[in-house]
């Protein structure tokens, strides 16, 4: 999926009323792609939204300005990677082969980050993301593939972008995933959406 901007931020706020006040004030302050806005498990409210990196760093602003008592978490990435901008959009890529890094932020910003940070210091692919969907209790959930090295160097570079905020970070390293859990991943990580992988030698 070709870009069509540059910038992309979320908001994280523990007050849904102050998350809507903080949304209609980004979208009066500048002129912005509006992704989508909303509550979240937990009661909380989250918004992302995109845009020129001034449009953005504006539009951020003037949220945090309204809803700053109720922050739980922001993040702004001024050149997007392209996978994370098309993940966000909703597109999805297939697993493929190698290693896995699953990662969990408390927040989607923090998770944001995180992907960001892997996706341009390595050359891990993104296999899945999802942003504080139904089963998430608000947290975010991202897998990314590649050579056990460079998922090794992902897992470290995710802890050291997060080490600045408050977003609790968990993550695991599946260095030789069974053909199973491949098939499963392409189906995506919630238990909603799975399908039934037959092993081989099950008995009827």
Do not use: C, N
């Not at 570079?157 to 392409?186: E, G």
């Amino acid at each position: 999926m070709r870009k069509t901007y540059p910038a992309l931020a979320a908001i994280d706020l523990t007050d849904i009323p102050t998350g809507l006040l903080a949304t209609d004030a980004l979208l009066k302050r500048s002129p912005i792609a509006f992704i989508r806005a909303g509550t979240i498990t937990g009661g909380r409210w989250l918004a992302l939204f995109g845009g020129t990196t001034a449009a953005v760093e504006e539009a951020l602003a003037a949220a945090l300005e309204r809803g700053q008592e109720a922050l739980a978490d922001h993040v702004l990435l001024p050149d997007v990677h392209p996978d994370l901008y098309a993940a966000v959009h909703g597109v999805r890529q297939a697993a493929g082969e190698g290693s896995l890094l699953v990662m969990e932020t408390s927040t989607v910003p923090a998770l944001l980050r995180a992907v960001e940070t892997v996706l341009k210091g390595t050359s891990v692919r993104l296999a899945e993301l999802r942003l504080a969907d139904a089963g998430l209790a608000g947290k975010g959930v991202a897998v990314v593939r590649g050579e056990l090295a460079d998922v090794e160097a992902a897992d470290a570079l995710a802890r050291s972008s997060l080490q600045r905020h408050p977003a609790a970070f968990s993550s695991r390293v599946v260095s030789a995933p069974h053909q199973a859990t491949l098939l499963q991943l392409a189906h995506g990580t919630a238990f909603a959406t799975a399908r039934v992988v037959e092993l081989e030698g099950e008995e009827a």
